[in-house]
T-cell receptor, first 116, second 113 residues
Framework: NAGVTQTPKFQVLKTGQSMTLQCAQD?????MSWYRQDPGMGLRLIHY???????DQGEVPNGYNVSRSTTEDFPLRLLSAAPSQTSVYFC???????????????FGAGTRLSVL | DQQVKQNSPSLSVQEGRISILNCDYT??????FLWYKKYPAEGPTFLIS?????DKNEDGRFTVFLNKSAKHLSLHIVPSQPGDSAVYFC????????????FGTGTRLKVLA
């Protein structure tokens, strides 16, 4: 059971380049999310999905696109990278849909992205 | 506006002593709180949670206290161990079972042997 897998672990881009950060989970979780972690800012939600075909914006969605064609995969796309997108990106998944249950998020190991 | 605040960026504690990590929040609608631990080069992992209907939750060496009137929660680790050295994030949500949490900025705990 691999949990949440993120690829690549490291990436360096030039300003204006595009790329996709991959995220896959094998726990059959409905909910998946993308966060970015910056010094002094904690974890900020970029986009999230409550199931295949359904996505929505989080706190800091600008410059990022997502899609959810399967339950397992939730890729994050940077269409035109900017230096402000230099960060560590975490993907997370969770299973609970009932308000009475703890919704624990399981995180991947992260992708460290530098935009020059 | 930071709705969840961890005002201590770092904390050092001797092995065997108590570690107390604090978290303050501003949104009175938050009613579910979690603590995550993060080691370098790894993703955060869930540690312990508490609902607003409780004021205390224990799990082994870890206890979380919630003071709703003060909008304050704290994580106590007793006794502290070197393996507890990590960054600790608190997170808050308006209801359990949701997928949207607001995270604090984290506190780096160092337990000295």
């Amino acid at each position: 059971n691999a949990g949440v897998t993120q690829t690549p672990k490291f990436q360096v881009l030039k300003t204006g380049q595009s790329m996709t950060l991959q995220c896959a989970q094998d726990m059959n979780h409905e909910y998946m999310s993308w966060y970015r972690q910056d010094p002094g800012m904690g974890l900020r939600l970029i986009h999230y999905s409550v199931g295949a075909g359904i996505t929505d914006q989080g706190e800091v969605p600008n410059g990022y696109n997502v899609s959810r064609s399967t339950t397992e995969d939730f890729p994050l796309r940077l269409l035109s990278a900017a230096p402000s997108q230099t960060s560590v990106y975490f993907c997370a998944s969770s299973y609970s849909r009932l308000a009475s249950q703890t919704n624990i998020q399981y995180f991947g190991a992260g992708t460290r992205l530098s935009v020059l | 506006d930071q709705q969840v605040k961890q005002n201590s960026p770092s904390l050092s504690v001797q092995e065997g002593r108590i570690s107390i990590l604090n978290c303050d929040y501003t949104n009175s609608m938050f009613d579910y709180f979690l603590w995550y631990k993060k080691y370098p080069a790894e993703g955060p992992t869930f540690l312990i949670s508490i609902s607003s209907i409780k004021d205390k939750n224990e799990d082994g060496r870890f206890t979380v206290f919630l003071n709703k009137s003060a909008k304050h929660l704290s994580l106590h680790i007793v006794p502290s161990q070197p393996g507890d050295s990590a960054v600790y994030f608190c997170a808050a949500s308006v209801a359990s079972g949701t997928y949207k949490y607001i995270f604090g900025t984290g506190t780096r705990l160092k337990v000295l042997a």
